[in-house]
């Protein structure tokens, strides 16, 4: 998550760069020893070299290396937040990723070399393995210590507020404190989260007001983070404080209760206070950045495989007056507006009246449409929106703003569809179809935030095989 302040935005690109070429140099480095290695011992075996070689393979085999490693590591997510890592779980996730890298590297790159002995091999490993793990771990760790210590100093400070309810925070102030000034928090101000709070100063902070000003006060004073604290008597107050902070794109912790301890979902920071992250993002970055290239992968083979079908449903819809395609401006990931690309099912009028939605026996529903909508056809041109990036394989549909204000007026909790991408299929549409009314849209939302707060491979393979039976079965409309 890139930081609010346009200073810290800097310093972070300025680190991450950093990161970036400290791996380069680490794997640059154990390829040269590992270069030195095989024309040392392994080909002067094979060929009786006498001397070491540095033939016109080295860069080329230095810089597909570096790439290799730095891909990984940014595959991993170690690129990003830099200034906000964990020094302990980024090692540990290092050394797990790093020994695989090795392992991959080696059954692709090494296992066919000629070696007059398979100690050869152990020692390529050795000195390959070895190197890109000591050194990139003692890079990070060098750099983590750095920056450890520039937060610590708060010459890189997070602006921080607190919201919930005055005696609660009060209670938890010598822990607040203490996490403030262990991870770089500067505490700027509290705010209360019932219009009637007091402007009574809490944790020797001014009171800024009701949390519905959040908006206003995290531009003011360029908040990171919130700290939110509310008894279990409040509750309800939490989802629209939360919605706003989600719209702010900042850090949020809670202070939990007994129920948040009991049920597993708080864990001990690195400074041993127990808060409750609340994440942006449903997947870790390497789910994520997994997902988007099997997405890539699949549609670039769609729209390649089934070029023969969408030239015979093209040429079909075509017989049809009006355009083969059918555009339409949808809301995606963040509520960034994109075109939808689908086959046009309905008549070029169909939404003179303004917009409408459709219903099983809509007669502005084309016949050559009804069959294309009833085996989805209608969808496969999306392809292309994946491949471009408005949306992925599977995920919550995309709405037009007209209706998805609608949604939103009636259930706030709507926006966290945003947080993913759009999908050409997705778990409410398998379970609960095509929504012909704004109640039915928000029924169907049920099932979407149920499969975002669950995102994983095998769910979206189980909504990729539900999506397959219900084609076959030509169960759409």
Request: charged share 20%; glycine share 8%; with cysteine.
């Amino acid at each position: 998550m890139s930081p609010r302040s346009p200073l810290l935005r800097k310093i972070q690109r300025r680190y991450t760069l950093t990161y970036v070429l400290a791996d380069a140099l680490a794997a640059g480095i154990a390829y040269t020893w590992l270069y030195d290695y095989r024309k040392s011992v392994a080909e002067p075996a094979r060929f009786g070299l006498t001397e070491l070689e540095w033939d016109s393979f080295y860069p080329i085999g230095l810089g597909t290396t570096a790439l290799l490693w730095i891909g990984t590591m940014a595959m991993l997510g170690l690129y990003q937040s830099v200034l906000r890592k964990s020094r302990l779980t980024e090692l540990s996730r290092l050394i797990q990723v790093g020994c695989l890298f090795v392992i991959s590297y080696f059954l692709l790159f090494l296992l066919d070399d000629y070696v007059k002995s398979y100690q050869n091999y152990w020692g390529e490993i050795q000195r390959f393995g070895g190197g890109i793990l000591v050194l990139s771990i003692a890079f990070r760790l060098v750099l983590g210590t750095h920056l450890r210590w520039k937060i610590t100093q708060k010459k890189i400070h997070f602006p921080t507020l607190l919201i919930g309810e005055r005696a609660l925070l009060e209670q938890h102030r010598t822990k607040l404190e203490s996490h403030a000034a262990a991870s770089g928090e500067v505490l700027a101000g509290w705010m209360a989260a019932l219009g009637s709070g007091t402007e009574t100063p809490c944790c020797n902070l001014p009171h800024l007001g009701p949390a519905r000003d959040v908006a206003i006060w995290a531009e003011r004073l360029s908040i990171e983070d919130v700290v939110v604290a509310l008894p279990p008597t409040e509750h309800q107050q939490l989802t629209p404080i939360l919605l706003e902070l989600e719209q702010l794109k900042v850090r949020i912790f809670m202070i939990p209760d007994t129920y948040g301890i009991l049920s597993g979902m708080v864990g001990l920071d690195e400074h041993g206070v127990p808060l409750m992250e609340w994440h942006h993002e449903p997947m870790d970055a390497w789910q994520r950045n997994s997902k988007r290239a099997v997405d890539l992968t699949i549609s670039a083979m769609a729209l390649l495989v089934l070029a023969p079908v969408l030239a015979v449903v093209a040429v079909a819809v075509r017989r049809t007056p009006g355009p083969v395609f059918f555009t339409q401006e949808r809301l995606g990931r963040g509520g960034k507006r994109f075109q939808i690309v689908k086959f046009r099912t309905m008549r070029v009028d169909a939404e003179a009246q303004g917009p409408q939605l459709s219903s099983e026996d809509d007669p502005r529903i084309t016949p050559v449409g009804r069959v294309l909508r009833k085996y989805r056809l209608d969808e496969l041109p999306q392809f292309w929106n994946v491949l471009v990036g408005d949306m992925s394989i599977v995920g919550p549909r995309p709405e037009r703003a007209h209706f998805a204000e609608q949604i939103l007026a009636r259930a706030p909790q709507y926006r966290h569809v945003y947080k993913v991408r759009p999908g050409i299929t997705s778990w409410g549409m398998v379970r609960f179809g095509y929504a012909s009314t704004v109640d039915e849209m928000i029924r169907r939302m049920e099932f979407d935030l149920l499969y975002i707060e669950n995102m994983s491979w095998r769910n979206d393979l189980k909504v990729l095989v539900y999506t397959v039976w219900t084609v076959l079965k030509g169960r759409g409309k």
